[in-house]
């Protein structure tokens, strides 16, 4: 048994090594500097050990919660919206219908074009009096004069949510679709013969049994829009002020565009530290469903 | 070269952004990069490579710094050691259109009286003025004109902050009254650099522009530009109780204090720097010479697009920004704080003084307060 599990060991430790190696020690070199005065710019100021003090001042700057703020309003509107929108998605593409490949091709282009170009693709519709959006507005009467859209905090945030729920929402139609496939026909065959409508069998069969698949899919797209931030850098920069900055575009000008290592490092420490508590949440929900299935 | 037949001048390029260049340098000189010797340096950021110990004094090698604009030797100044020597000059410049606005304005309340009375001519622009509002580098240059055109500052002698001074508040509440009350500056603005304005003035659309030089030669260019020979360019106005105020700009070079060949890198410096050089580069690229004394030479008119005399008027209002090593983090503050009460998320006063506060912050933690005070006089 010892020398079995020595030998466990032993071909588990390159992979245990590689790991240590391209995610714990960076880990560990951002936890050290984020202890440390580190600002490259100021060489002045050396280079000390400062305990808590970075952190101490993330909590004692706005711009922080802010930025904080913006991300959890971001994901949790924008994710809302996938999960609706890509349940329609996923219950229309299910069906058996002529074309059905071509339209899942389709689907996925949005998801496929990279962030910073769907970014720009926004933006230009939305800048300017002469962007496409206003144009159409204009044109149907729904508003009277030109919207400069990225001046004001509310008007900032359309053209964010709507690029992320324009591009994602195929991604999280593809990963509901996958969970729909899994489920019995034979369920909504009993059912209807039981005379239950559509929206009883959506809502006592289809979201039920598709909880697995809505629970992955939440894990993916809570990390991925907690850490937001191509999107936002290209269509608001984070502006006006900083009303629409979120944590990531945060932690970016700390560390890269002001050049302080020790704070951004602290910062990062802070970002990483929040994405896996939401990690180890989802886990832990994940698991007890899971149990919950096999009882 | 011919006038140092035994210098060989190797060229790197770096990239075109500020931003990406500034990083660059800092990796450089962090990592104690010796190679380029010579750097080519924006403004305001000699103070910050001098106090980092980044580039060498020049005083050693006694320039004759009479012979530039006292700005540009300001901004160059650290500790009372010259560390840069300026290569050419920006200025902020105050567009107008001849055949809408008849004459120049005498003050900033003028300018917002002949920008509406252009407006409301028949056929007229659609806007006033149009300047850089964006949150970005760009809006700092637009403010510190206003600030200056009111009698504020950001920093005073003594380096204290009094960004948040009365006069400050009106000079800002002076720009937002231009969006809100009088019309004169579209909201877009306040998502604009300096080309999106050039395109609004370009295009015929507007009778006042704050710019930089750049754009002067293509506008004359009937091709691309439907305001050819109908704009000229002056210093802007100033408000009762201030003067008039442009931003300065410019690149300077500057020597590397890793460098093996200071004496050779100086040399270049100084042959780059010359009046020759200065002349051929307006000639070939319309930069503004930073020796004052080629304003006077008759070659200078020929080898500028821009009518010389404006140039030097605008160029002697010129104030440097504040003159610090944290000047990148100062404008980030500010940035942020102008752009919030020109968006209306917050009122001048409030904003100015987040970020006087914020600044005070700023310093405190850079120990710029101590370096200040040591080197006041």
């Known amino acids: 048994m010892k020398s079995e599990s020595r030998l466990g060991w032993a071909l588990v430790a390159p ?65 809302s919206l996938e999960l609706v929108l890509g349940l329609f998605l996923a219950l229309a593409m299910n069906r058996a219908f002529r074309g059905r490949g071509a339209v899942r091709a389709a689907v996925l282009v949005p998801w496929a074009i990279p962030t910073v170009v769907a970014a720009l693709l926004w933006r230009f519709m939305f800048e300017s009096e002469a962007g496409i959006v206003n144009a159409v507005l204009l044109d149907l009467g729904i508003i009277e004069r030109a919207i400069v859209w990225f001046i004001h905090t509310t008007t900032s945030w359309v053209p964010v949510i709507l690029a992320d729920v324009w591009k994602t929402t195929p991604f999280v139609a593809l990963l509901l679709l996958a969970g729909l496939q899994n489920i019995d026909k034979s369920l909504y065959e009993a059912a209807s013969m039981d005379g239950a409508g559509a929206w009883w069998q959506l809502t006592h069969i289809t979201i039920p049994l598709l909880k697995h698949a809505i629970l992955v899919t939440l894990i993916f797209r809570t990390l991925d829009a907690f850490r937001v931030f191509d999107l936002i850098y290209v269509l608001t920069g984070g502006g006006p002020g900083t009303s629409t900055e979120p944590v990531a575009l945060y932690a970016f000008n700390a560390l890269l565009q002001n050049l302080r290592f020790g704070y951004g490092s602290a910062v990062s420490v802070v970002i990483f530290a929040i994405t896996f508590g939401l990690a180890i949440l989802y886990i832990k929900g994940l698991g007890v469903s899971l149990q919950g299935d096999e009882r | 070269m011919r006038e140092n037949p035994d210098l060989r001048v190797r060229v790197l390029r770096t990239p075109e952004g500020a931003t990406q260049r500034h990083q660059l340098y800092v990796q450089w000189l962090n990592a104690r990069v010796g190679d380029p010797d010579v750097l080519q340096l924006d403004v305001v950021w000699t103070p910050e490579f001098a106090a980092a110990g980044w580039i060498l004094p020049l005083d050693r090698f006694k320039p004759a710094v009479g012979d530039f604009f006292p700005a540009t030797i300001e901004a160059n100044t650290w500790a009372n050691e010259l560390y840069g020597l300026p290569w050419f000059v920006d200025v902020g410049l105050l567009y107008r259109r001849t055949d809408l606005v008849p004459r120049e304005p005498s003050s900033l309340d003028d300018m917002v009286a002949l920008a509406r009375a252009a407006q ?30 009111f009698g504020g500052r950001i920093l005073d002698e003594q380096g204290r902050v009094v960004v948040d001074s009365p006069e400050a508040v009106r000079a800002l509440t002076f720009m937002r009254k231009t969006l809100y009350d009088d019309g004169i500056a579209p909201l877009d603005v306040l998502t ?47 408000a009762p109780g201030g003067r008039s105020t442009a931003a300065l700009g410019g690149n300077q070079l500057a020597i590397n204090a890793y460098t093996k ?37 008759g070659r200078l008119s020929t080898a500028l697009a821009t009518p010389v005399e404006q140039a030097r008027r605008a160029i002697e209002s010129a104030t440097p920004r504040p003159v610090t090593p944290i000047y990148t983090e100062l404008s980030e503050i500010l940035q942020i704080e102008l752009h919030r009460a020109l968006v209306r998320q917050a009122e001048p006063e409030a904003a100015l003084r987040s970020a006087a506060l914020r600044i005070n912050t700023l310093v405190d933690r850079t120990g710029m307060r101590k370096l200040m005070s040591k080197t006041a006089p």
């Open chain 1, 15 to 79: 992979a245990v090594g590689v790991i240590a190696l391209i995610a714990l020690f960076p880990l560990g070199w951002t936890v050290w500097e984020s202890l440390h005065q580190h600002d490259l710019r100021m060489p002045w100021l050396g280079q000390s050990f400062i305990g808590l003090e970075n952190f101490a001042e993330i909590m004692r700057d706005p711009r922080f919660w802010g930025s904080l703020g913006h991300t959890g309003f971001f994901t949790v509107l924008s994710i």
């Open chain 2, 120 to 149: 409301s001519r028949p056929g007229g622009p659609r806007y006033g003025i149009v300047w850089q509002g964006a949150r970005y580098e760009g809006l700092v240059t637009t403010f510190i004109e206003y600030l200056g055109a």
């Open chain 2, 192 to 238: 604009w650099h300096e080309e999106e304005g050039r395109f609004a003035f370009q295009n015929g659309n507007a009778a006042f522009m704050r710019n930089w030089p750049y754009p002067y030669a293509a506008m004359n260019d009937t091709s691309q530009s439907r305001v050819a020979g109908k704009f000229t360019v002056g210093p802007m106005p100033a």
């Open chain 2, 261 to 297: 060949s200071p004496e050779a890198a100086y040399r270049l410096i100084a042959y780059l720097t010359a009046p020759e050089q200065m002349l051929e580069r307006a000639a070939k690229v319309g930069q503004y010479p930073s020796r004052r004394a080629l304003f006077d030479d």
